[in-house]
């Protein structure tokens, strides 16, 4: 065994890449909330990397990615980094990273996922109960389905174990079922139980600065070279496949959905190709180590038209997923690891799918994101509702009216009155939103 420096040098690069994308989900989904919310929702992002950090490196490492249990969950080989720290990552087998890389790397991943889950319930949340949420989900679904899909889990192609007769061979490069599938359903459960806002249909809740979800959208789109071309775990051809396939889908994506919502609204809408770059990463995702070019913008373009079509039906049904996690991560992953099965090739990743021959394929996608989907799911349910009836889940009728900024954290993201005149912060503000009230929102991405 042998440490290649130029593949190490890659995955703590990447590893970086991916810990950026999670401040820019903070960007992107402020820039959607109202003003008195930007903070906390920024904040929400924010501090999901100090506590899965912690909770990744004691417990969730191990419940990931340690020798399989089963099929189900890793053992506790290493937990709190027992047998890690200065260890190549497979010592009785040929590797080019240490451990500890992977471990980083991973980690990101672990961090954005439950991240992912809070634009659901945007603008309601009380933040004492979301810390308890995001470390029980961590621990609870992430690592477990973690385990199934990378790890040596039944879902996943490295093992042979198999949970109730079911031993799938599931194509997931980059988490398009273990992120974004993930992520997705569990963001279904919570815009249920959270409930609506307060005015949700009646009052204005137009996205209070689009600059923010610009900006946003750039971070993530930066970051999602290493989230996907990271995950060949080398400086590869792979890697650089993914590299390009993962640009080309969120190009692909942009354009149709803003040309989507061009046709339905009569303009170009900024959030729209923001919203569209973002449904294109996500189907992108699991594809990326396994596509060609060309299927990149088949998967892209659809991805556009899939997603902006779901966050459509969502306003009309009423459900209140703040920022359309369900319609961009929930179906942009699930057309990801349909499109996986469907356009996968052995010129790439070693495998074919439908279109090259393999039908066989495409059966251990659907079943695999099935799997995840309801687990993830029934789980999510489960942990929100137990908290719920113990701590509760949102603020106060007049918490919310004032805002999360002041009512959560004491401060507020912008202190600047209405005449433009700077105010200090503190939780004595006024209960009224101190900046204008905007235009009524329009649709997602219209």
């Not at 070019?293 to 556009?304: D, E, F, K, L, Q």
Request: aromatic letters at 12%.
């Amino acid at each position: 065994m042998e440490i290649n420096t130029g593949d190490t040098a890659w995955m703590l690069t990447a590893s970086a890449l991916v810990l950026l994308m999670t401040p820019g989900l903070g960007f992107f989904y402020a820039g959607f909330v109202r003003s008195k919310n930007v903070l906390g929702t920024i904040m929400q992002s924010f501090v999901v990397i100090g506590l899965v950090g912690v909770l990744w490196v004691l417990l969730g490492y191990t419940l990931a990615f340690a020798p399989t249990e089963g099929g189900l969950i890793g053992n506790l080989d290493f937990i709190g980094m027992k047998d890690v720290t200065m260890q190549p990552l497979l010592p009785d087998a040929e590797t080019t990273i240490p451990h500890e890389a992977f471990v980083a790397f991973q980690m990101m991943f672990a961090i954005i996922t439950p991240a992912l889950i809070t634009g659901a319930f945007a603008e309601r949340a009380k933040f004492s109960t979301f810390l308890i949420f995001m470390a029980a989900w961590s621990l609870l679904v992430y690592a477990p389905v973690a385990h199934w899909v990378f790890g040596a889990g039944f879902l996943s192609v490295f093992s042979e174990e198999s949970f109730l007769g079911i031993d799938m061979d599931a194509l997931d490069f980059a988490g398009g079922t273990a992120i974004h599938v993930n992520a997705g359903a569990a963001a279904l459960a919570a815009a249920i139980f959270y409930g609506k806002r307060r005015g949700f249909g009646t009052e204005p809740m137009e996205p209070h600065n689009v600059t923010y979800i610009i900006l946003g959208t750039a971070l993530l789109w930066f970051g999602w070279f290493g989230f996907n071309a990271g995950s060949a775990g080398a400086a590869n051809l792979q890697a650089a496949n993914a590299f390009l396939v993962t640009n080309t889908a969120a190009a692909a994506a942009a354009l149709t959905w803003m040309f989507a919502s061009w046709a339905f609204t009569g303009k170009a809408s900024a959030i729209g190709a923001a919203a569209g770059a973002v449904a294109g990463l996500v189907a992108i995702t699991p594809a990326s180590g396994f596509v060609e070019p060309y299927a990149a913008v088949i998967i892209g373009a659809a991805a556009g038209l899939l997603c902006y079509g779901a966050v459509r039906i969502r306003v009309r049904s009423g459900l209140d997923d703040s920022l359309d996690v369900v319609g961009v991560h929930g179906v942009g992953g699930l057309w990801g690891g349909i499109a996986t099965g469907l356009f996968a090739t052995a010129t790439v990743g070693g495998v074919d799918g439908l279109f090259y021959g393999n039908a066989d394929q495409m059966v251990d996608q659907v079943v695999a994101l099935a799997v995840v989907a309801v687990y993830s799911f029934v789980v999510t349910s489960i942990i929100l509702k137990a908290l719920d009836i113990t701590v509760g889940l949102r603020v106060s009728d007049d918490e919310e009216e004032l805002g999360l900024d002041v009512t959560q954290h004491g401060e507020r993201g912008y202190v600047l009155d209405e005449g433009g005149i700077p105010v200090y912060a503190s939780a004595s503000l006024p209960t009224t939103n101190p900046s204008p009230e905007p235009a009524p929102q329009p649709e997602p991405g219209a």
